[in-house]
């Protein structure tokens, strides 16, 4: 946590938005105060005004408080009277989802398990991160191995000439061949110079951005890009904004914030657990994830009790909302 103070003066008001979790712990008369008169501190939420303390020299000068402001929140502070008062409190970063475990703090036989698992950050390929991953076009697939199941059979060789020829693009102005209409391709009805839009390029089921895109990282974590996002991919030291919700294997949610503004942190600096910092980083604003997180890069053998049980497989429902 942080210190955070604020000198009101009178006949001025001060709008605060808090980078994080505010708490207003006391007003106090400044030491220059001096007319004598009563002194009230303001504060304006959402167009409400509200009484937060009264204060007089002599009589009361100081007053305790217990005020909380969530992060992203805006609030004005005044004061009515002749009188400076001083604002203090302190900055309470948001709660973590999750503790996260320093590669110090773990005992030999568990730090060994993860270095195996490509846990520390050496070993970790960044740049596999940054890529996006490549969807299988199945079907481009199934064509280009065609031709290959007739290459050992010389009798078949004709065909197979025959079909490279028929499915090329190159092919398609060329007209119709003697006896094309025997091939395996034209009783199925594929390719022929009659249908030249059947390419490759413009074969049904190839991905489209909509559609979730898949990879498996080798230290375990699962990335599942559901919406890409727009602006620039978000990188360590960065500070980033997400909702997110968070369930076990068995579907049971113990961890979520779906508020508007997200939960903040610092990507790639240890605020979170390592299946956060390697899993968040890419992302785009508007863009949305589903990470599915080893024991190893979350709780660890210990797990968190009582949600969540030791060697826990995390899976987590992110969108970033923010990144700056």
Avoid at 243 to 249: F, P, Q, S, T
Wanted: net charge negative; proline share 7%; charged share 25%.
């Amino acid at each position: 946590m942080s210190f955070w103070g604020i000198e009101l003066l009178p006949g001025k008001k001060y709008e605060q938005t808090c980078d994080d979790n505010l708490n207003v712990t006391a007003a106090v008369l400044a030491t220059t105060a001096s007319h004598g008169g009563r002194n009230s501190v303001q504060a304006e939420v959402d167009g409400n005004v509200f009484t937060i303390a009264n204060l007089k020299i002599d009589s009361k000068e100081q007053k305790s408080l217990d005020l909380f402001f969530e992060q992203g929140e805006s609030v004005t502070f005044f004061i009515t009277g002749q009188d400076p008062i001083h604002l203090s409190g302190y900055y309470q970063p948001q709660e973590m989802p999750f503790d996260m475990d320093d590669e110090e703090g773990m005992d030999e036989e568990e730090l060994q398990r993860q270095l195996a698992l490509g846990m520390n950050d050496e070993s970790f390929d960044d740049s596999e991160e940054e890529e996006a991953p490549k969807p299988v076009e199945k079907k481009n697939q199934k064509q280009q191995q065609q031709p290959a199941k007739g290459t050992p059979n010389a009798k078949n060789g004709n065909n197979q000439k025959q079909k490279a020829a028929e499915t090329s693009p190159a092919a398609a102005p060329q007209g119709k061949r003697k006896g094309e209409a025997n091939t395996p391709n034209a009783k199925k009805g594929k390719s022929t110079p009659e249908s030249p839009s059947a390419t490759p390029s413009s074969a049904p089921g190839t991905p489209t951005a909509d559609k979730s895109l898949s990879k498996q990282m080798p230290n375990g974590l699962r990335i599942t890009d559901v919406t890409i996002g727009s602006g620039e991919p978000v990188k360590n030291g960065a500070f980033v904004r997400v909702k997110y919700v968070g369930r076990l294997e068995n579907g049971k949610k113990f961890d979520s914030c779906e508020k508007a503004s997200g939960f903040r942190f610092r990507l790639g600096v240890g605020e979170v657990i390592k299946g956060w910092d390697h899993g968040v980083k890419g992302m785009r604003v508007g863009g949305k994830r589903t990470l599915v997180i080893p024991a190893a890069l979350g709780y660890g053998s210990r797990g968190a009790p009582p949600d969540i049980p030791p060697n826990a497989t995390l899976h987590f429902d992110v969108e970033c909302v923010g990144a700056n």
